[in-house]
């Protein structure tokens, strides 16, 4: 059990002095409370923030981030990239997903991120043959998440096609395919193992071209979905857009709220481009939208008009995708950036009501993110998985700080200070901005580097 004070915690109200924090033995926050003696409780630090979800992750992308940035045509694009992606996926097995993906999550770790959703649509061998057993691929994740001590959401992810018009799935997508009922029992005998703080398990739908309207029907009227995330890739590319319009006379996220009764299950990861109307949908709906803010600029997909879904009470959370970022305060900053450069002001993602730029975007995103990750509530407070990080109070760069401008300077002066301490689901895991096992891990992942 995990316990300790705080001379400030950023709880869902904002800062608050001098605060006591107890995890229970399921990895949930037992007490969040504020104005408390320390009573010979062991003593955290000064500033202590809730851990971030990272809602989207393809773990096999690590091994690939930055190795694509060579310019190649005048057209290079989404579509290229996604070339050089499938030639890597077709190296990945097993062993080497583990040796990424445990790397992968203790730099997450590292970094704040203490839960994350991973979509995880790799499931066979290349050629399409299964695994013995068939689940090889997800539980070389559930180890790796494990073994690094993050919360996973594992979405085991529905891909069945190679376009809207059901063309048949390319021999390098071979691996990605499931049928229904074959995608269904993967799922049911993943969550026979959850234990809902450590690990959930949800669903996700590739995208609409990978599924039909058809089959999306009839694998949500299953009653195994009832209370589970399921996400989806939903409006990336600007030709998705002009294709589905093509074929269904409707823009993809318009498509997806006329085939299932979209609630508040669901993520909807770059809704890039989302219309007017259809921000008002999602909004309704109490979907969470996932912005992957360093990837969606890494490939050309476009700017998501965040201030608009705000405006309209939407959630959002923030992913990191194909992990060219790796740092919340990134994803962050830049989408506050992007919002700038497009309207010409500043503190666009903040408001009257939250004078504090930076820490109403931590806020906002772990609340989303939380939800998205498949938790009834998220942040400092009880019932929410106990994820936390503790800053450096003595590095230099917090002189003189206040509540009123630390998170600012973390989270937009020049950014080289990592978190100090990070704990996910009750349990410390970076001490001194190092993971416990980062040693280790970084060997494994080395060598696996080395043999790809
Ligand atoms: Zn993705």
Redesign the pocket.
């Known amino acids: 059990m995990f316990e300790g004070h705080c001379d400030y915690a950023l709880l869902p109200q904002g800062w608050r002095a001098n605060v006591r924090l107890r995890a229970g033995a399921d990895g949930r926050w037992v007490e969040v409370a504020a104005d408390q003696d320390r009573e010979g409780l062991p003593r955290l630090g000064r500033w202590v923030l809730p851990g971030m979800p990272n809602l989207?992750?393809?773990a096999f992308?690590r091994a690939m981030a930055g190795d694509a940035e060579r310019y190649g045509h005048p057209d290079d694009s989404f579509w290229s990239w996604r070339e050089a992606m499938y030639a890597h996926a077709g190296r990945i097995d097993p062993d080497s997903l583990h040796a990424i993906a445990r790397w992968l999550y203790t730099e997450m770790l590292e970094a704040g991120y203490t839960r994350v959703c991973e979509?995880h649509y790799v499931h066979h061998r290349p050629g399409g043959e299964r695994y013995a057993p068939p689940a090889a691929m997800a539980q070389a994740l559930l180890a790796a998440a494990d073994e690094a001590g993050i919360g996973l959401t594992l979405l085991p992810t529905l891909y069945q096609r190679g376009g809207l018009r059901d063309e048949a799935l390319a021999p390098r997508q071979l691996r990605f395919g499931c049928g229904n009922d074959e995608f269904l029992s993967l799922c049911a005998g993943l969550a026979a193992r959850a234990d809902g703080a450590r690990l959930r398990v949800g669903a996700a739908i590739h995208s609409l071209r990978a599924v039909s309207g058809a089959s999306l029907q009839a694998l949500l009227g299953e009653p195994f979905w009832r209370g589970r995330p399921l996400h989806i890739?939903v409006a990336?590319q600007r030709i998705e857009v002009d294709a589905c319009l093509a074929v269904h006379g409707r823009r993809p996220i318009e498509r997806l709220f006329d085939l299932v009764d979209v609630d508040a299950r669901w993520c909807l990861?770059?809704a890039t481009h989302a219309s007017a109307s259809e921000l008002d949908a999602i909004a309704r709906s109490g979907a969470v939208v996932g912005v992957?803010t360093s990837?969606e600029a890494n490939l050309g997909d476009g700017l998501f008009d965040l201030a608009g879904l705000r405006a309209r009470g939407g959630a959002w959370g923030i992913?990191s995708?194909?992990h060219i970022g790796l740092d919340p305060r990134e994803e962050l900053r830049w989408l506050e950036y992007q919002a700038r450069l497009a309207s010409g002001r500043r503190t666009v993602l903040g408001g009257p009501a939250h004078e504090d730029v930076a820490a109403n975007l931590w806020l906002e995103a772990v609340h989303g993110g939380a939800r998205a990750c498949g938790a009834v509530v998220g942040g400092l407070r009880l019932g929410a998985d106990a994820d936390w990080l503790v800053l450096d109070e003595d590095d230099p760069a917090f002189a003189g700080a206040g509540p009123e401008n630390l998170l600012g300077r973390w989270l937009f002066a020049p950014a080289r200070w990592p978190p100090l301490a990070v704990g996910s689901a009750g349990r410390l895991r970076v001490i001194a901005g190092r993971h416990l096992a980062h040693d280790a891990h970084a060997r494994a992942w080395r060598s696996t580097l080395a043999r790809l």
């Open positions: 989207h992750s393809h992308q979509f890739h990336e990861v770059h992957c990837t992913g995708d194909s």
